[in-house]
């Protein structure tokens, strides 16, 4: 699938089909563009869940963590990374920090993060899934679509391209 973030805003502005995130993300990973149908996670500096959701073999889709913005410790890793390119998912955006970013960047995957830390999250196991999450202005739900480039991240309740 081709698209630009741009583009699809050229083509949607008369109509009320997507939102779009505050700029606050920076870009890792080697696919700076990526899209997919969205799954959802709420954690709080907390990883457990985030690695469960990544071991599923999935198509088209790409993972949403509300982090709580945190910038203390990282939620997710290289090592999640890879496990998430072994199981097909498109991206992961983190309202919350990465780590091992060098090495992410090398990798064939799409992620914004608010930043990198070197610090490793906990292990509580208190975190919820598929639930309506809201950062950075916009209200994500599970199955909308995500669309991210460099340009931005458009969030629709319905397929653009």
């Known amino acids: 699938m081709s698209f630009t973030t741009a583009a699809l805003c050229d083509s949607y502005s008369n109509q009320d089909h997507f939102q779009i995130t505050e700029s606050l993300f920076m870009s890792f990973g080697c696919n ?10 709420k954690t709080f500096e907390d990883n457990v869940l985030i690695k469960e959701i990544l071991e599923e073999k999935v198509e088209n889709r790409v ?7 945190s910038h203390r410790c990282a939620l ?8 998430a ?28 993060a608010l930043h990198a830390h070197p610090l490793k999250s906990h292990k509580k196991d208190h975190s919820d899934r598929d639930l309506l999450v809201s950062f950075a202005g916009v209200n994500f739900k599970k199955d909308h679509y995500l669309y991210a480039d460099n340009d931005g991240i458009i969030v629709s309740a319905t397929n653009l391209s």
């Open 63 to 69: 993972l949403v963590i509300d982090g709580g913005g």
């Open 76 to 83: 997710i890793d290289a090592n999640l990374a890879k496990l």
């Open 32 to 41: 700076s563009t990526f899209s997919g149908q969205i799954t959802t996670l």
């Open 85 to 112: 390119i072994k199981n097909g998912w498109q991206g992961i955006v983190v309202y919350g920090c990465i780590r091992n970013a060098e090495t992410i960047n090398n990798m064939p995957i799409g992620i914004r």
